[in-house]
C-alpha cells in the first residue's frame, strides 16, 4: 500500500487547505480479491459505477480496479473466466490518508493518471474515495 506523503504545513496553511477527508465522496461498492473479473463487472453494472475498492480477507483495501481494466484484462489473450481481481494486483495501489491535502492527492493522481483515489485509515480500511475534478 502506498500512502500519498503529507508534509506538515503552518497553522496558517492548514486553515485553508482542505484535507482528503474534507473532499472525499462515499467509497461505493466494495468487493472481496477473490471475485472474478466476470462477476465484478456485473456488480459494477448493477450500482451503476465506474470503479469498486477491492478488500482482502481482512477488509483491508488493497486496490481499486475501473471498469477500463477490467474490461481490458477480459479482452486479453490470457483471459479465463477463473481470473480473480487479486490476480490483477500490481501491488502499486495508490491510496491516500484523510489527512493528506486535496492538492497533494490530486497532483498524485495526475501524475499516475487516476480518476478516482481510495481514502484509508491507518488500517487500511476504505473510508471514501476522492475523484479528480476535470
Not at 477527508?21 to 466494495?30: N, Y
Not at 480479491?33 to 459505477?49: F, H, N, P, Y
Not at 483491508?60 to 475501473?66: E, K
Not at 477480459?74 to 490518508?97: H, I, K, N, P, Q
Amino acid at each position: 500500500m502506498t500512502l500519498v506523503q503529507t508534509h506538515s504545513r503552518s497553522a496558517s496553511a492548514d486553515a485553508v487547505s482542505r484535507t482528503a477527508a474534507d473532499a472525499m465522496e462515499a467509497a461505493g461498492p466494495q468487493v472481496w480479491d477473490d471475485m472474478t473479473v466476470e462477476v465484478a463487472l456485473s456488480v459494477m453494472t448493477a450500482a451503476r459505477t465506474g470503479h469498486l475498492l477491492v478488500c482482502d480477507e481482512d477488509g483491508r483495501c488493497t486496490d481499486l480496479v475501473t471498469r477500463a481494466r477490467l474490461t481490458a484484462v477480459r479482452e486479453g489473450s490470457g483471459y479465463t473466466d477463473r481470473v480473480r481481481l487479486r490476480d490483477l494486483s500490481d501491488d502499486g495501489g495508490l491510496f491516500a490518508s484523510p489527512l493528506t491535502p486535496v492538492a497533494e492527492a490530486e497532483q498524485a493522481m495526475r501524475h499516475r493518471r487516476l480518476g478516482v483515489l481510495p481514502v484509508v485509515d491507518d488500517r487500511g480500511n476504505a473510508l471514501g474515495v476522492l475523484t479528480l475534478s476535470r
